[in-house]
């Protein structure tokens, strides 16, 4: 079965052509960019808490360190750490903290 990125997890609908595009616009997550691939993501979503200016719960979501600790709570990081087990990237690797976009 193939692994759930954060947009389908949360149904939010932000990605290119979901449901709420037009009215909350497209979520930096699904976009290609660095993080692709990690945690056997699409793009960026499964590790979507290393994205800085996300829209979660709501609320533009500010930096990785400011977010992680909502992150953490969230059913897509829970659910992504637990499918990676010993293999789950919490950020890039030889990064302190998420590159800034």
């Known amino acids: 079965m193939e692994k759930q990125n954060c947009w389908e997890i949360m149904n939010c609908g932000r ?8 009215e909350l616009g497209i979520c930096r997550v699904p976009l290609s960019g660095i993080g692709d691939g990690f945690n056997e993501g699409k793009n960026r979503g499964r590790i979507c808490w ?3 200016g996300t829209f979660c719960g709501g609320e533009i979501q500010g930096t990785y360190a400011k977010k992680l600790k909502s992150c953490e709570t969230c059913p897509a990081f829970k659910k992504t750490k637990e499918e990676e087990g010993d293999n789950f990237q919490l950020l890039l690797p030889g990064q302190v903290e998420p590159e800034k976009e």
């Open 50 to 52: 290393a994205i800085t």
């Open 15 to 22: 990605e290119p052509g979901g449901k709420n595009v037009g």
